[in-house]
Structures are given as structure tokens and as C-alpha cells.
T-cell receptor
Framework: GDSVTQMEGPVTLSEEAFLTINCTYT??????LFWYVQYPGEGLQLLLK?????DKGSNKGFEATYRKETTSFHLEKGSVQVSDSAVYFC?????????????FGTGTRLTIIP | DSGVTQTPKHLITATGQRVTLRCSPR?????VYWYQQSLDQGLQFLIQ???????AKGNILERFSAQQFPDLHSELNLSSLELGDSALYFC??????????????FGPGTRLLVL
């Protein structure tokens, strides 16, 4: 079945550092890929998404590119802020099979220190 | 604010009891999904309803059931509760159509604690 493998956390970085959180996937179809973020004590918020190969999703300075050849969707940000501290989830859905559920990675906890 | 509402925000109950979690989707969304987030299992899909009909089932226990009403709100019923059912339960909504790649928008969750 479909699966998402995400970089193990926790990740601790200094403010203004460069961030990469790795995400790879396995899917039998042609999935859509997502990054969701969960701030402390809150629900999941969509951060960005990409629906086809070579698409780049971007939001709030975060970017991720859908790489079909490497089945990856790594999250990057050039300069992180303390407010970026949260848990980040990579996810996929494969709707053409009528299977619209999201399959999530295990989450990566990010802490940014001033 | 995603537009998805969930009640209650917190629920504390005892083993063996039954609870009902409620979700109201975003205006216009026909699909509702339920997910469970626990420390040991991560985020797991439970069940999806589309316009009142069950559409997909995931790792949902037989003690759990759900339904979607004509006004499109959904309820997740958890019965014969066990300690291991303690988790954060999320509802999400979207308006999927055949072949579409719709985004799911999540509610704030209901935190269930079974004592």
C-alpha cells in the first residue's frame, strides 16, 4: 500500500539557519503530495501541496518540489524563525483510485532557538 | 481558521464508556474524514463519508462508528472505551470529485482521555 517515510526528529536549528526535512513516498498510483504543520496545542494546517511531477509548492517561505524520479517531496526553507517551531507532516493522497484518504509520515518536530 | 469545527475540544471519560465526537465541515464541502492521532500509531485515517454515504474505511475499530447527517455534519461514536483509545481525533473536510486532488482542511481536534 501507500506509505510516507519522513526524516526522524527532533530537529533543532538556530534562527536564520537553512532547513531541510526529507520526505519520500511509495504509491501505486500518481499521488498528490502535501506538507501539513501542527503548532503546539493546535490542529493540522496545510502548509503547501503539489499535484504533479516537477510542481513546486510554496508558502510562508517554505518550498517543496514533487520529484517523481526519486519519489521525494523534501521541505526546505532558507531562513527559519522561532515561530516556525512546530511538528511537520508529509502526506499523500491518491484520489484517482477513489482513495482520497491522506497517508501521513510520522512527523518531524522542529525547534528553532533564538 | 480552517472553517471546520469540532466539539467538544476536550473529553475525559472512563473505560467502558461511550462518547460522541461532532464535526461540522467547511461550507460547501461534501466529504468528511476522521483521523486519530496517538503517540504510538501517529496519524491514522479512520473513515470517510461523502454526502451522507460511507466512502472509505481505514483502521477503524469495530467499537467505533460514524455517520454523516443530511446537513453534512458528522459524528464519530466510540464505545466500550479502552485506555488505548486516548488520542487526538481530527475531522477534515473537502469536496472531492472523480480524479480530483482536493485539499483536506482540518478541524482543531477533540482530545480524548480515557481513565
Amino acid at each position: 500500500g501507500d506509505s510516507v517515510t519522513q526524516m526522524e526528529g527532533p530537529v533543532t536549528l538556530s534562527e536564520e539557519a537553512f532547513l531541510t526535512i526529507n520526505c519520500t513516498y511509495t504509491a501505486t498510483g500518481y499521488p498528490s503530495l502535501f506538507w501539513y504543520v501542527q503548532y503546539p496545542g493546535e490542529g493540522l494546517q496545510l502548509l503547501l501541496k503539489a499535484t504533479k511531477a516537477d510542481d513546486k509548492g510554496s508558502n510562508k517561505g517554505f518550498e517543496a518540489t514533487y520529484r517523481k524520479e526519486t519519489t521525494s517531496f523534501h521541505l526546505e526553507k532558507g531562513s527559519v524563525q522561532v515561530s516556525d517551531s512546530a511538528v511537520y507532516f508529509c502526506a499523500l493522497s491518491d484520489p484517482p483510485k477513489g482513495n482520497e484518504k491522506l497517508t501521513f509520515g510520522t512527523g518531524t518536530r522542529l525547534t528553532i532557538i533564538p | 481558521d480552517s472553517g471546520v469545527t469540532q466539539t467538544p475540544k476536550h473529553l475525559i471519560t472512563a473505560t467502558g464508556q461511550r462518547v460522541t465526537l461532532r464535526c461540522s465541515p467547511r461550507s460547501g464541502d461534501l466529504s468528511v474524514y476522521w483521523y486519530q492521532q496517538s503517540l504510538d500509531q501517529g496519524l491514522q485515517f479512520l473513515i470517510q463519508y461523502y454526502n451522507g454515504e460511507e466512502r472509505a474505511k481505514g483502521n477503524i475499530l469495530e467499537r467505533f462508528s460514524a455517520q454523516q447527517f443530511p446537513d453534512l455534519h458528522s459524528e464519530l461514536n466510540l464505545s466500550s472505551l479502552e485506555l488505548g483509545d486516548s488520542a487526538l481525533y481530527f475531522c477534515a473536510s473537502s469536496t472531492p470529485s472523480e480524479g480530483a486532488r482536493e485539499t483536506q482542511y482540518f478541524g482543531p481536534g477533540t482530545r480524548l482521555l480515557v481513565l
